[in-house]
Structure formats: C-alpha cells, structure tokens
C-alpha cells in the first residue's frame, strides 16, 4: 500500500521503527492543502504536523510502499484509536507525473495552530532533505525552527 509521508514521517529511520518494509517509492505533492501544526502534544511539548485544506498551497511529500498487516503499527503510533488522528486515502501528483492513491495521516480535530517543538521540525527537515524536497519548501520549516532557537 501507498503511504504519503509530510511531517515527522519523512525522516525513514523514524517510519522504519513502525514500518520495517518501508522503501520511498517517489516524492509526491497533494495541492490546495498546507502543512499545519494544529494539535498540541504534551509529550513532544509543541504542535503536530496535519494537512489542512489551503487553496493554492501545495503539500511536498514522499510515497513510501508499506506492507498493508505495517498500517497497523502505524495506527497505533499515530493514535487512530484515541481518534487524535484519522487514515484518510488521498490522491497525490507523482514525481513521474501520475495521480497515485495514497494513505495519510491527519489530525481529526483541529486546532491552534500551535509552534512545534524544535525537535520536531528537526525531524521534519532532515527527512525533507534527505528526500530531496525542494530547499524552496524547506525553508518555511527552517525559518520556524529558527524563530524557536532565539
């Protein structure tokens, strides 16, 4: 099964310990929508990633290829149950120019937004370079993570 990877996911070694057969399949985009940090997370002490409805923003991304029995696991990590997050099937503009299904990750009632932790934005961009997202995109993450530095 496709998987789209946007927030802390894109770090691999992060998704691996959930989803062990995780292999990047290509980077993906979903328009009219904007990463979002609409949940506060006590644990993580600051805002976690979603996908909000943003019309003319663009969503970068990776497809990653799961074994379905590893969706599991990730409902779990991503706390489907507690209902914080909700799996929805999403359709994706390929890196090879084709419309892919692909299974996501948003938080099911939405609030803030709230700053995530520097942590967490670390995560976040070292799996978008380590994917090669555009540095463009990137960079919207790098000024947040900064501004929490001072």
């Not at 599991?72 to 799996?87: F, I, T």
């Not at 799996?127 to 790098?142: C, N, Q, V």
Request: glycine fraction near 8%; charge should be negative.
């Amino acid at each position: 099964m496709y998987y789209f990877a946007y927030g802390s996911n894109l770090l691999s070694s992060y998704l691996r310990e959930y989803c062990p057969s995780a292999t990047v399949v290509m980077q993906a985009t979903i328009s009219n929508f904007r990463v979002e940090f609409p949940y506060y997370s006590e644990e993580s002490q600051g805002g976690l990633s979603s996908i909000l409805e943003a019309p003319g923003e663009l969503v970068k991304g990776v497809i990653f290829n799961i074994l379905q029995t590893e969706f599991a696991a990730m409902d779990v990590m991503e706390s489907v149950p507690q209902k914080l997050y909700r799996r929805d099937t999403f359709l994706t503009l390929g890196e090879d120019g084709k419309w892919h299904k692909a299974d996501l990750y948003r938080v099911t009632t939405p609030s803030g937004p709230f700053m995530p932790s520097k942590g967490y934005l670390d995560g976040m961009i070292k799996g978008a370079y380590e994917h090669g997202l555009s540095p463009e995109y990137i960079k919207r993450f790098e000024v947040m993570r900064d501004s929490l530095a001072k």
